[in-house]
Structures are given as C-alpha cells and as structure tokens.
C-alpha cells in the first residue's frame, strides 16, 4: 500500500464499465473454482448449524436472538440467515453452499471497491488484484466449503460493508454514513465476533493515510464500536467456555506460552498465505512450552520485523499497516483467548479469512507500485505474472474443495496432510463402524489413542469395534481402560458384560450388568441382559426381577417381554408366561408390519 492520500474529489471513485466486467469475470471464476464443494453435504459440526427442527418455527427464531444456548455460538444473525435458508430449501446442503460461494464473491468485489477508495488515482486497477487474491486463494476454501463457516462469509460481507460506509462518513461527517456503518458492524459482529477488531483495523487505516491519528477526528466516533466489540467479545468468550466447552487441561498455558504461542500461529498463517501447499483441514498440536529457547524464535522474529517496519514508516507506512492490520484480526485467534478447536489444532485456514486482507492489500499496492506505468510493455509485464499466479490459485482452490463433498473424503484427505489427526481418525471410525465395517475402523480407533487423548469413550468404541469383528477376547483390555479411566461409565460396563457373556464368562458378565445398573439405572437393555445372564446361570427368581424392570423401562420391547414370559414358563407359571409371550407376538407383528413398505 502507498502512503499517498487521495483527495476528497478522488475518495469516491466511480464504478466504470470495467469494474463490473471486472467483478463479473471474477464471480464467474470463484463460482468455477469452488465447483466440486458445491456439490458437498453435510460435514463435521454442520448439522448443529443448519437450523434444528426445535428452531425452525417463529419461537424458534425468538430463540435464536433471546435464549443464549439455543444455537452453538450467540450469533443470531448467522442463524436468523439459516432459519431462513431452511425455510427456503429445508436440508438441500446445494442451496447453503450457493449463498457462501456468492457470498464469498461479493466480498471479494467489496474488498476491490474498498482498496480503490484507499489506493491513488493511478494504481486503482490494482484493487482487483487484492479482490482476485482473496477470491481464489486456496486457504478460504475452508469458510466457503463449509457450511458452517457461513458465519466467517457474513461477518466479512458486513464488516466491509462497515468499512466502507465508515469511509464515506470520515469524508462527509453525515449522520446517516455514521448510522448505516454501525448498523453494518452490528451485523458483521452478530454474524461472528472476529468482525469487533474493525474499529481497531479503521485507526490502522487513518494512521496510514494521514500518518497520524486525531481523538476528536478519529477515536472519538469510534468509541461506541469499541465498547460494543469489547461486549461481545466478553460474551463469546463465555459462552465459548459455558456451552462449547473451551476449557480443559488442553487450556492450561500460561502468559508466556500464550505469547509464544501467538507468534508461531502470526508466522503460520502468513506462511500459508505466501505457500498454499499442505493445507489441511485439522492441522498437528503443537506442544508450547516456556523451557524450549527455539519457541522464542517466533516472537523475536514478529518483534524484529515489526520494528523494521516502525523504522521505514517515513519511506512507506503500508507494510506496516498491513501488518498490524492482519495480527489484529488475528488477535482472537492467536491464543490469548480459548476456542474449543485448539482441543485438537492451535489454527485452521478459516481464523485466518478475514485477517488475509490485509496481506492480499499489501501485495495488491506493492504490484500496483510496479505495474502502474501507462499502458504498454511493462503493463503487460506486470499483468502476466498476476495471471498466472491467479490461474494457480483457482487451481488449487478447485482441488482443495474436492476434499470437502463428503465426510469421507474430508476426513480422509486430512488424514493425508496430517496422519497424526487424531479427531479425524476417530470420527473417520465412527463413521466406518455405523456402515458394517469394524475391522477398517478398529485401525483408525487405535491411531486415535495413540495420537491424541485417552478417552474412555474411544476405548470404549475400539472394544465395541473389535467385538463387533469377533474379537471378544481382543475387546476385554478396551473395554478396562475405559473403565480405569471412567470407573462409573455405565455403557463401558455394559458393553464388558455383553463380551463377557459371549465368551461363556457369566459370573463376571453379571457383575458388571449391575455395575452398569448402578451408574444408569434407567436403560431397560441392561436389565434385560442381566436377566439373561441370570436366568442362564439358573437364577430364575433374580432374572424375573430383571426382566420386569426392563419390560417397565422399555414397554415396546418385544425380546424382554419373550424373555419374561419364558422365565415364567421354567418357573411354574403358564398363565404368565402366556401373556408375556403373547405381547412379545404383538409387537413383533407390529414391528415387521411398519416395515414392509
């Protein structure tokens, strides 16, 4: 970017016939490269995003703005535009897909109006360089790929609907720009609250233009937007903790590692914005940890740079805006504020979509510094290598939204950038033991053991995997490690009792049916085993006992009723015998005449 401050007369560019050639041609080029993710289902958390059936009336909507917990985050303008997605399409994942993509291109055309309205009057045509960087580049196809990620391409469309009206106003001091970029702020914020760090990025932007900030001019009329941001910053960050649950020992670091921390994310987004290769839609942890001198690298080299940059500020304040501007949209993402994916990665590509505007500006003004001459060769020149440079965005963009038509081939191809993914091998075997196939899932179960946290619940699927290939024997040890680290995890102990009791081992089964009891007494399926083990073990008295509390908890049951009804049967008494076998007939013949089509 260049320190040059157009005048008023240029603060307003108009729109000629080549800037809608332009956006056009750019549209039709995002809408080519995103092709195969629009074809895409449901992925990952998308389901807790598309409008649930609880929510999908007009009390639904009441919900949505005045009950904190009814959706996943407090953002109820993102899901106001879900519900009304819903009421479009319902679950037709092509329309949610269309409204990002669009979404994402009409971003890219306000960005290219926005860097006009900053740019000279000479290096205008580099606008669209900055809207075609971010248009094509391949780390936004996680935002607009995924469904959920909606809230990233709402945010961004207002927040830059929010900078340019707040533009206009610093120009013509009217009430109704002021009105119209607070009204946009407010939606970008309630889209997702990356979108509070605009007041901040619009200081950044006075402080380039006029290479020094006035309170009355400048921080003044930006006080009101800086409480609201701090607001809503403080709520997300509750809610964050409260109902996602970004708390744990996966959360314990502390100042230091924190600050270290945020210069290694600072250098690996910019590094994946200058190398687009590798990316990955669930990156490795990385261990952070005070005592190791290598991790200090990181912030010195920020530090450095930044000092750099403060040095040369008389030559050129851009380098040094864009920069501030692109940590400072990073800053709820660098890791001094907890968010539930740094679980499993301290970064993905979508905390990034909104800070990369800044970076894609800074090349967009160094290439119109370069290419500004009048038309001829050197324009051409400089002109050839933008192409190709876009040509190999859009590729990549095209290619790395392939990965996110299913979740097969999501999890799949994360597993291909990054084999130690835990989360992705787990629910890669979630995912292959709900279709029959246990032997493939059992594999992925014990990757995910050993790459990530010892979960009861991930011994707990690796035993039901193993026992559901034949395993029994194998399932046992799982089933114990679940329970050493859940002694009171009721299914855990069911599901050791049911490998037990196919290997003959009854007694043992029995003791861990009641274990089960004891933690959940509720679950009619549990009594009813431990009545079979009972009844097996020729403890007909305990086993009726069983049987009934079964039949109680789960009326509709037609095996617990037979297994009732014949317990009755060994114990003398056909009359009871004869009512329970005859509800079990009942209900089977119900239950094979709701399947027939």
């Known amino acids: 970017m260049d320190p040059a401050v157009p005048n008023k007369a240029d603060d307003s560019p108009r729109w000629g016939a080549h800037d809608w050639l332009a956006a056009l041609v750019l549209t039709g080029v995002t809408v080519a490269a995103y092709l195969p993710g629009l074809t895409g289902g449901l992925l990952w958390d998308d389901d807790g995003h598309v409008t649930k059936p609880a929510l999908q009336s007009l009390h639904g909507l009441w919900r949505i703005w005045f009950e904190i917990g ?102 013509t001091r009217a009430a109704r720009d002021y009105g119209v970029a607070a009204g946009f702020f407010a ?39 800086f409480v609201f941001a701090l607001a809503a910053g403080l709520l997300t960050a509750w809610v964050e903790k409260r109902f996602i649950g970004a708390q744990g020992t996966e959360f314990t670091l502390n ?4 600050i270290l921390l945020a210069g290694h994310v600072a250098w690996f987004y910019a590094g994946k914005l200058a190398w687009p290769f590798h990316l990955s839609f669930i990156y490795p942890r990385w261990f952070v940890t005070a005592a190791s001198l290598r991790q200090y690298a990181w912030v010195a ?168 290939a034949g395993r029994l024997d194998a399932a046992i040890p799982p089933f114990e490690a679940a329970l050493r680290a859940r002694p009171a995890y009721a299914d855990a102990h069911y599901n050791l009792g049911l490998a037990l009791s196919g290997l003959g081992r009854l007694e043992e089964a029995i003791v861990q049916y009641r274990a089960a009891i004891a933690s959940d007494p509720d679950r009619g399926e549990y009594h009813n085993n431990l009545g ?33 009804g014949r317990a009755w049967q060994y114990s003398g008494d056909p009359a009871a015998a004869a009512a329970e076998l005859a509800i079990a007939q009942r209900l089977r013949a119900q239950a094979a005449q709701r399947s027939q089509p």
């Open 301 to 468: 080299a920020l530090l450095g740079l930044l000092a750099v940059l403060w040095a040369g500020r008389r030559r050129s304040r851009g380098p040094l805006a864009a920069v501030l501007f692109f940590l400072g949209s990073l800053f709820p993402a660098l890791g001094f504020v907890d968010v539930y994916p740094f679980r499993y990665s301290f970064v993905a590509d979508h905390f990034q979509y909104l800070a990369s505007l800044g970076l894609f500006a800074l090349v967009a003004g160094g290439w119109g510094r370069w290419g500004a001459a009048p038309a001829g060769p050197r324009r051409r020149l400089a002109l050839a290598p933008a192409v190709i440079v876009m040509a190999g965005l859009a590729i990549l963009t095209w290619r790395q939204s392939r990965a996110y038509t299913d979740l097969d081939t999501l999890y799949r191809s994360t597993l291909a950038a990054n084999p130690r993914a835990w989360l992705a091998h787990n629910n890669l075997a979630v995912r292959l033991a709900a279709e029959g196939r246990p032997e493939e899932s059992v594999a992925h179960y014990e990757a995910a053991l050993q790459w990530g946290p010892k979960y009861p619940e991930t011994y707990d699927n690796l035993g039901l995997a193993l026992a559901a």
């Open 532 to 564: 079979t083990a009972l009844a097996e073990t020729r403890q007909l008295p305990a086993a009726i006992t069983e049987f009934e509390a079964a039949v109680r908890l789960q009326p509709g049951n037609a095996a617990a009723h037979a297994n009732l």
């Open 187 to 225: 939606l970008a914020v309630l889209s997702k609250t990356v979108a509070a760090t605009l007041p901040a990025a619009l200081l950044v932007v006075f402080w380039w233009r006029r290479g020094r900030l006035s309170l009355r001019r400048d921080l003044v009329p930006l006080l009101p937007a």
């Open 70 to 171: 009814a959706t996943q985050q407090y953002y109820p303008v993102l899901h106001t535009a879900f519900w009304v997605e819903h009421r479009l399409w319902g679950d037709a994942t092509l329309g949610y897909h269309l409204v990002n993509v669009l979404g994402h291109s009409l971003s890219a055309v306000l960005f290219a109006r926005l860097l006009q309205k900053l740019f000279p009057a000479g290096r205008r045509r580099a606008a669209w360089i900055g809207a075609a960087l971010f248009a094509l580049h391949p780390v936004g196809v996680e935002s607009v790929a995924w469904i959920s990620e909606q809230k990233n391409i709402l945010s961004t469309l207002f927040y830059l609907g929010a900078a340019l009206a707040y533009l206009r106003f610093d120009r």
């Open 255 to 258: 100042a230091v590692e924190r």
